[in-house]
């Protein structure tokens, strides 16, 4: 298996997958009613595929019977207990709860009966409330608008008592006119966002909630229109709200990127008060852990292979597959086992004894259950470790192995079965998911694992690198000494960890040096990946680890020297591009003495026709422009 740049595989996957917007896994709950237009009844809708241009409506479950309209009605899920809960708080002095199962994870639907009465009632009043992963309900309280400040309340779903609160305080600049208009919702990773306000609704992520200190609301966008309800899907926030009259909308927030989309009708005609999700998702890492030489071209490998239940939801016919024999060739495959890491499988997972890489590469046996993440719980993950030897092992070819997680929700025969499929990264557990929106199966961040070997003597030991300052990053490694038959040193950089540049060779004089570094100038904005190529006497190289740094600067200045200036004036651009560049010179009464376009950084300017003085500089590129000011001073 080869690295695909992440780009041209969504493009593909966009299409294979009914031209799908995202890849869903998610099934959005929608508190309202059951026609935006028409006439309402309070119900709660279970839909799936909702961020995709053919979202399903699983099941529209009537509360007519207990809500006499849509207002003043939460809905919230709880992964401990894997219930729906919705919460009545019209009077606005008690709270009155339902609790209902819709029946996971083995199947998806309305109960088979909803009470009349609810099953808790209580004094406190919620304002938007959602559950963590652990099963704690959080919901707002006493707002002051005048200073953007209200509380955070963790508290009793069954009582109604407060557990504990802190102080929650919004951006100035930013704060919400009210908060009894939005919802909340908290990710499986414990990130918390929330929609409040109208006239406008604002977008907020929740931090330093689960210290008994302040917590901080981090302002981040004004939403076009007002929205009342905000669920997680698949690493997307999806912000919902109507006018109660002919519209009913949302808008998906990339909570990676930070990108806003445009205004979309809401899912299957329903009209959106509150929404909340439950959101299964599997994650998959692996790594080399030990390669015995036994000869010349045969290795003794041990690989370790982590699976984790990701999302929120307990999970049915969770598998793992890791076929051998595409990375190595079946006649090159022996030796394999498996076993668990000892204390790795607290969920009681039984691995399947005739799994051999190459006509069986099921590790696990059907039909198996793996939870979802609770406090103090550690049954949520699992680590396997695959032994095997492989021979006719050529040097300098680098072996790429993916293992795949699979899990389940809901049932295959009335429609609702959700699969969701991990690649795994190369890499311990903490590389699951890199960006921490909560998704691990972004096709991007499947980075398969390698195996390699080489007769050069070099031995990378460390790699790291981190940055200096806003446009500058350092890269270190070391190796082990003495190198034998050793050239030089290639750093090479990328965007993607898949299409790679040279930024400079490094000839490698001393055998007995062990350690080296080189600085990068001018980096890009973003997420920079960086890795060594050692290049021997004969022409043999090897790889380094690929190591990462990430520049979040977006406004370096454009380089301009010398200033002073004599005869040449020289521009780089702050940004690593081939962008062209356009370059004006006005003097001191406005003035264009001095043009050129349609270069490349760096560009060169002949200024020695310009009488000395003080000029401005315009630097175009592309929708960027940036102002300097130069001095002319000849020297003759």
Not at 103 to 108: V, W
Not at 128 to 149: H, V
């Amino acid at each position: 298996m080869f690295l695909k740049n992440y780009f041209a595989t969504f493009l593909i996957l966009f299409f294979l997958n009914n031209n799908n917007i995202y890849a869903q896994h998610s099934v959005l709950i929608n508190f309202g009613g059951n026609s935006c237009t028409a006439s309402l009844f309070p119900s709660f809708s279970l839909i799936k595929n909702p961020l995709t241009t053919n979202p399903v409506l699983l099941s529209n479950c009537d509360m007519s019977q207990q809500q006499p309209d849509i207002f003043g009605v939460f809905v919230a899920y709880n992964p401990k207990n894997n219930k729906v809960y919705i919460a009545d708080i019209r009077s606005g002095l008690d709270t009155k709860i339902w609790v209902l199962d819709v029946g996971l994870p083995n199947s998806i639907g309305c109960p088979i009966n909803i009470p009349a009465t609810p099953t808790y009632s209580y004094s406190y009043v919620s304002n938007n409330f959602e559950f963590d992963n652990n099963g704690d309900l959080w919901s707002f309280s006493n707002y002051n608008a005048t200073t953007g400040q209200c509380n955070l309340d963790k508290f009793e779903v069954t009582t109604g008592d407060v557990i504990n609160t802190r102080i929650l305080q919004f951006p100035a600049g930013n704060f919400p006119n009210t908060i009894n208009s939005g919802d909340l919702c908290i990710l499986p990773n414990g990130r918390m966002f929330a929609t409040l306000g109208a006239g406008p609704s604002r977008l907020y992520e929740i931090t330093n909630y689960n210290n008994l200190s302040n917590a901080t609301a981090n302002y981040l966008t004004t939403l076009p229109k007002d929205c009342y309800g905000i669920a997680y899907l698949n690493g997307i926030l999806e912000v919902s709200g109507n006018d109660f009259n002919t519209s009913c909308y949302y808008f998906d927030y990339d909570i990676s990127s930070g990108f806003l989309g445009v205004e979309k009708p809401f899912q299957v005609d329903n009209s959106p008060i509150d929404n909340t999700s439950f959101s299964p998702s599997i994650g998959c890492t692996k790594r080399l852990l030990n390669a015995t030489r036994i000869n010349r071209a045969t290795y003794d490998l041990t690989y370790e292979i982590h699976i984790e239940n990701m999302g929120n939801v307990v999970l049915n016919n969770v598998s793992v597959t890791d076929d051998l024999s595409v990375v190595f060739g079946a006649a090159n495959i022996s030796n394999v086992n498996t076993q668990f890491v000892t204390g790795n499988n607290n969920a009681g997972l039984v691995l399947n004894p005739l799994y051999n890489g190459i006509t069986n590469t099921s590790i696990l046996f059907d039909d198996q259950y793996l939870p979802n993440k609770i406090l103090n719980n550690n049954n949520y993950f699992a680590k396997i470790l695959v032994n095997c030897r492989v021979t006719n092992i050529q040097d300098g070819v680098t072996y790429y192995n993916t293992a795949t997680a699979i899990g389940k929700i809901g049932s295959p025969n009335n429609n609702t079965s959700i699969i969701i499929t991990d690649s795994s990264n190369n890499g311990d557990n903490n590389s699951i998911d890199p960006n921490l929106n909560g998704n691990p199966t972004e096709y991007a961040e499947n980075i398969p694992t390698p195996f390699s070997i080489t007769l050069l003597p070099v031995k990378f030991i460390d790699v790291t690198a981190g940055l200096i300052n806003k446009s500058t990053s350092l890269i270190k490694w070391s190796v082990a000494v003495p190198m034998i038959n050793s050239n030089y040193f290639t750093v090479e950089y990328s965007a993607n960890a898949s299409e790679w540049s040279t930024l400079d060779t490094i000839r490698i004089i001393n055998p007995d040096q062990a350690k080296f570094s080189y600085t990068h100038l001018k980096i890009p904005t973003g997420k920079i990946f960086y890795r060594i190529k050692e290049t021997d006497i004969d022409g043999k190289y090897s790889y380094s680890k690929i190591v990462s740094v990430r520049n979040e600067n977006k406004n370096a200045d454009y380089e301009v020297y010398p200033n002073p200036a004599n005869n040449f004036l020289n521009i780089n651009s702050p940004h690593s591009t081939m962008n062209e560049i356009s370059v004006e010179i006005f003097d001191a009464a406005g003035k264009r003495v001095c043009y050129t376009n349609n270069m490349k950084s760096p560009v060169r300017m002949n200024i020695s026709d310009l009488s000395e003085g003080i000029y401005i500089l315009k630097i175009h590129e592309e929708n960027a422009i940036e102002f300097k000011k130069i001095f002319v001073k000849h020297h003759y």
